[in-house]
């Protein structure tokens, strides 16, 4: 049984102008102990999904439903005092902003011992002295001294150590980053990915990685999880998603990586980009998501929305003419 | 952090100095004449004059200022023109009362209008929101006497709950003094819980959409955990700023309150003062206040580092 199984998915926001259909119908799980990225442009809906998972969306204007499966128990059947139990103690987060993600009023001991007594009972003093064990942990020098100041006192990458110390503090199973290294420069990402990889062997934690670098998806994912406009587009294996995409929009979003070298071949070629906007999701589009901004769309692709197939083994794309093997037919 | 508190200390004399410079000239421009007062109907002319000398408001303006002046840096606030008591002892003996109607006060205003205002922004859009903002509407808008004189017809005529006026000192135990001080704290602090309420609303508004929020309610924090430690604390600075700010709304409001109540504080020993030109005891009076003004905005100030890591003096 996987840890979490996300099934249909939909989180829809009621606005004054219509229903915004932020994640329309995204089913895909997580097994223990694994690393699964979701990818997108922005507005795609993979924080949305993120959110969803914990509930952590306001009821209203939003609306969850379908089924998120954790350890086989549906969440959203979950009282709020059986969500308060499992967030930050069974699934924990971190988010992308670590300026603004931890309370500036408050010392950093604090804050990653709160979880410990809030779930684990422990005393102020067992928690600080937890608190200074994380922060070794996490590879900030000086944990004595630092666990009593305040984020002010700190740069961003010791925050965002600071942000995954009190995601990990409780030995969560599951642990969602949304975007946990955009705000950071690209020394510092790639310290925090490496951090967050050798926590993850040890914790054994299974991983949702929110992103849209794709490098990051490469270095660190078992398998992605594409997602456009509300919808699952494809998920495969990372090599797999590498080698052979299936689905035009992931071909986009991986012709528009730049290339180490490129530029020294001699055709000095320009970045491939993607067309276009991704639509409003306040309109149900009764084709193919993305047939607006699809170099390959026909006539089909607006009429008929295609449905999610297996390519090969563990590859799946929503696409009228992703072949099952090699590339597209176009 | 002490350097800075006593530049602050420092910082007051010229505010005082100031203040006492506008209350000396107010009352020197100002028409009545005490001397006047003092010898009644039937006196002729050169016995007005006479009392005039006598007490020193023949000579010009800027010597009398000067003398009151050099008094003060004695620490002696002069003596009063009709009771010949010394204006300190006067002060001495009415302070209590205020005190105790500030504090009284002071306390009631900030232990409803906090919460109330936590509530509002938490249920925001519904119903107790508006309660909330309907209720601090109708507090700006209602004289303090008007509450003072209804809460006083139904708790203290009608119901017999509460006395209907007067102080009884703390010497004479904790209740006896806190029940002659509950109307009136009420009818004084709803100007004061409705500004409170208001700026508690509004603040916590703008940091409840803050990441860290989000950070707390995914760490499985419960509401009460979520809005009165990690939101609170943070809306804390401009929630205590405007209580120093409102310590001006009692004092101006204890005149009235003390009257409508019959509480013998230094608000009804200011109105009997400025009824009779005894301008020794009204330069006293407003100087103490701006004082007190003057330490409490001080105190605020300091109180912000409590808070707020990030302020530091």
Not at chain 2, 162 to 182: C, H, K
Request: hydrophobic share 50%; with cysteine; net charge neutral.
């Amino acid at each position: 049984m996987a840890l979490l199984e996300i099934e249909a998915l939909q989180t829809h926001f009621r606005t004054p102008d219509g229903i915004n259909r932020a994640v329309d119908g995204v089913s895909f799980h997580v097994n223990a102990g694994e690393t699964l990225a979701i990818v997108g442009e922005s507005g795609c809906g993979k924080s949305v999904t993120a959110m969803s998972i914990l509930r952590l969306i306001p009821e209203p204007p939003g609306k969850i439903a379908g089924a998120i499966r954790f350890n086989g128990r549906n969440l959203l059947e979950a009282s709020d005092k059986e969500m308060r139990a499992i967030r930050g103690n069974e699934i924990s987060m971190i988010f992308q902003e670590p300026m603004t993600s931890l309370n500036p009023v408050l010392t950093v001991g604090r804050q990653i011992g709160e979880t410990l007594r809030l779930h684990q009972g422990l005393s102020a003093q067992a928690a600080e002295d937890r608190a200074v064990e994380m922060l070794n942990l996490v590879g900030i020098p000086e944990a004595k001294r630092r666990v009593r100041e305040y984020p002010h006192q700190l740069s961003g990458g010791m925050r965002q150590r600071v942000m995954i110390a009190i995601a990990l503090a409780c030995n969560p199973k599951l642990l969602i980053a949304d975007e946990p290294t955009t705000a950071l420069d690209v020394t510092i990402q790639a310290q925090i990915l490496d951090l967050m990889r050798d926590l993850k062997h040890r914790v054994g934690a299974a991983i949702v990685l929110i992103t849209h670098d794709l490098g990051v998806v490469a270095e660190v994912a078992e398998r992605v999880v594409v997602m456009y406009a509300g919808k699952k587009v494809e998920e495969a294996p990372v090599h797999a998603l590498f080698n052979s995409p299936r689905h035009p929009y992931t071909q986009g979003l991986l012709g528009s990586v730049p290339k180490l070298g490129s530029s020294l071949t001699g055709e000095a070629t320009r970045l491939a980009e993607i067309p276009g906007l991704v639509p409003s999701l306040k309109q149900k589009i009764p084709g193919c998501v993305f047939a607006s901004r699809c170099p390959h769309a026909t006539e089909l692709c607006t009429a008929v929305a295609p449905a999610l197939e297996e390519k090969a083994l563990g590859h799946v794309a929503a696409c009228h003419y992703a072949l099952r093997e090699g590339a597209l037919a176009a | 952090m002490f350097a800075y508190v006593v530049r602050r200390v420092l910082a007051t004399i010229p505010v005082m100095a100031i203040v006492a410079l506008f209350v000396f000239s107010l009352l020197y421009i100002a028409p009545g004449d005490p001397a006047a007062v003092i010898a009644g109907d039937q006196a002729t002319p050169d016995d007005v004059e006479r009392i005039r000398a006598s007490l020193g408001l023949d000579r010009p303006y800027l010597v009398r200022f000067g003398a009151w002046v050099w008094d003060i840096m004695r620490g002696d606030l002069g003596v009063s023109i009709f009771t010949n008591l010394p204006v300190s002892t006067m002060i001495r003996q009415r302070i209590e009362p205020t005190l105790s109607l500030m504090v009284v006060t002071l306390i009631l205003a900030v232990s409803i209008a906090v919460p109330m205002g936590v509530v509002a922004a938490w249920r925001q859009g519904t119903w107790i929101d508006r309660a909330v903002m309907a209720f601090a509407v109708l507090g700006f808008s209602v004289p303090v006497f008007v509450v003072g004189y209804v809460l006083a017809y139904f708790f203290a005529l009608e119901w017999d709950l509460l006395p209907v006026q007067g102080y009884t000192p703390f010497a004479r135990g904790f209740w006896p003094w806190l029940e002659n001080l509950i109307l009136p704290a009420i009818a004084l602090g709803s100007v004061y819980i409705a500004l409170i309420a208001r700026i508690t609303r509004a603040t916590m508004l703008e940091v409840l959409q803050q990441d860290y929020i989000r950070t707390a309610r995914a760490k499985g924090l419960n509401q009460g955990g979520i809005l009165f430690l990690h939101a609170l604390k943070n809306a804390a600075v401009p929630i205590i700023t405007v209580i120093g700010i409102g310590i001006a709304l009692l004092i101006g409001g204890a005149v009235v309150t003390e009257s409508v109540f019959a509480i013998p504080g230094l608000g009804r020993l200011t109105v009997d003062a400025i009824l009779r030109r005894d301008y020794p005891v009204i330069q006293g009076v407003v100087l103490l206040f701006s004082f007190v003004y003057v330490l409490v905005n001080l105190a605020i100030d300091l109180a912000y580092t409590l808070f707020d890591p990030r302020i530091r003096y």
